[in-house]
């Protein structure tokens, strides 16, 4: 999947602080790791019906859309991302091989924001990609 990145292991670690998941209501979900890949996040968990293992891309671009979400502002989300309204966090789910929407990762607009702070602090998120992502975001909302 994202194994053509082992060569960022050396400024790359694994978060296993809860990560996406802080504060979002769901720990519930047993063996869930987190990392950073060059192009985002790779959420590792399992199957909440099969318990198979599986994983979750998150690029830089959805979370930065997820970041710029706030109190005073209307919500706005990348495609194939709803906003759960229990814990008003964003929520995107994938379907298991047994046919399931058995993964789910929740990223609040406070979490999105400070991987993406970190993403740009790392070079990961190239400030062109920033320019073109805050552009984005402005159009989106009419700005
Ligand atoms: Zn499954």
């Not at 053509?4 to 790359?12: K, P, Q, S, T």
């Not at 790779?42 to 198979?52: D, H, L, T």
């Not at 740009?120 to 159009?139: I, N």
Request: contains cysteine.
């Amino acid at each position: 999947m994202q194994d053509e990145f082992d060569d960022f292991a050396d400024i790359l670690g694994d978060n296993d602080d809860g990560g996406v998941f802080a504060g979002s209501g769901h720990r519930s979900y047993e063996n869930v790791k987190q990392s950073t890949q060059a192009n985002g996040l790779r959420v590792e968990m399992q199957c909440r019906m099969c318990g198979k293992p599986g994983a979750l891309n998150i690029d830089w671009n959805e979370l930065f859309v997820i970041g710029t979400n706030g109190p005073n502002t209307p919500v706005l989300l990348p495609p194939n991302w709803s906003l759960s309204p229990t814990t008003k966090s964003a929520v995107v789910t994938a379907n298991c091989s047994c046919g399931k929407p058995g993964y789910a990762v929740h990223v609040t607009p406070d979490e999105a924001a400070r991987h993406v702070q970190t993403a740009m602090k790392s070079g990961l998120m190239q400030p062109q990609q920033v320019e073109q992502m805050k552009a984005f975001v402005r159009q989106q909302r009419g700005m």
